[in-house]
């Protein structure tokens, strides 16, 4: 039985360029769409109707697999999706994966089961193969994380240059033995921040030491762990950039319960620039990222999908921005 993979491998198109052929072909190119339409007639391909008359019912939902939900990081990127879909007459479906791969595996099933639109990952846990399968049949959507190579439209910010920033900025304020809390290194983005730190750590021709860098999970527990391990060695370091704010704030508490001063005895930088970095005393030094601009953008990408627009441009790059507050020193500085 001839399936639409054959026919998009003879004609060198993807499955979804020969579904739009078979559905709207006023969206395809007329060179492309007089090919496909000629090795369908060559292969006789029978497309499956009742799954045709099936993938016309829209159901004006669309699904977002969030890793974890209570980290306000992915609260605030989903609010920008909820705008943008709201606008357009979508509902959101979220599902909160606890970040445990195998249940971004079974919500796909919403997607098979065509009981949503599209869907926007907040995730990069998904074997790469895996992504690029389900985008070739469905409208999908990556946001937050960018993967190499990966042909499916892409929010996010550089992860690499904006690490490297904080830590130079650490390596400006003339510290020379610098630490870095990074999250789970089965995340892309956090793989990303460690390589922006050790660029900025090799191109300003500091020495490192492979027990600087210790892995957290992201949450405040993590960071206060991870800080107890570098006040532990012989020579600490005199600052830390944490990989997001929630691991910082840990590693300023255990730094404190053990009679050091921030920013004093010790500089501390973050990463996302939650809300309670703000407040947080001292006030936490951070990398922003736009995340709800980045969640509105995903969700517009997401609506051009589903009304059969191709993007040719893969990854959409937000600015992100160094805030300096308290918690790094550079403020006592100004004042000397």
Do not use: W
């Amino acid at each position: 039985m001839v399936k639409m993979s054959d026919v998009a491998k003879i004609a060198n198109v993807s499955t979804a360029t020969v579904s739009r052929v078979l559905r709207s072909p006023e969206t395809v190119k007329e060179n492309t769409r007089k090919k496909v339409l000629s090795v369908i007639e060559e292969l006789n391909y029978q497309p499956n109707i009742l799954a045709r008359h099936f993938r016309r019912n829209e159901t004006n939902t669309v699904l977002v697999i969030v890793p974890n939900i209570m980290n306000t990081v992915f609260s605030e990127i989903v609010g920008g999706i909820e705008q943008a879909a709201s606008i357009s007459g979508y509902k959101v479906l979220l599902r909160n994966t606890n970040r445990d791969v195998r249940n971004e595996y079974e919500a796909i099933d919403h997607l098979k089961q065509r009981q949503v639109d599209g869907m926007i990952l907040l995730s990069e846990r998904l074997e790469k193969q895996t992504i690029l399968n389900i985008s070739q049949q469905y409208p999908v959507v990556l946001a937050s994380a960018y993967i190499e190579g990966l042909k499916v439209p892409t929010v996010s910010i550089d992860n690499i240059s904006s690490s490297r920033e904080a830590t130079e900025h650490l390596i400006k304020l003339g510290h020379k033995r610098i630490a870095h809390i990074c999250g789970s290194l089965f995340s892309l983005i956090s793989r990303d921040r460690v390589k922006g730190f050790n660029q900025a750590i090799y191109q300003n021709e500091i020495q490192m030491e492979s027990v600087l860098i210790q892995e957290g999970d992201f949450t405040f527990d993590s960071g206060y762990n991870q800080m107890l391990k570098f006040l532990a060695l012989d020579v600490p370091p005199t600052a830390v950039f944490a990989a997001n704010d929630e691991m910082a704030m840990g590693a300023i508490k255990a730094a404190k319960e053990n009679g050091l001063r921030v920013p004093e005895d010790l500089a501390v930088v973050g990463f996302d620039n939650i809300k309670f970095s703000s407040i947080f005393e001292p006030a936490l030094t951070t990398i922003a990222q736009p995340k709800y601009e980045m969640g509105k953008k995903a969700m517009e990408l997401l609506l051009e999908q589903m009304k059969g627009v191709v993007h040719t441009k893969s990854q959409y790059v937000l600015d992100s921005k160094l805030i300096i507050r308290e918690s790094c020193g550079a403020k006592m500085a100004e004042l000397v």
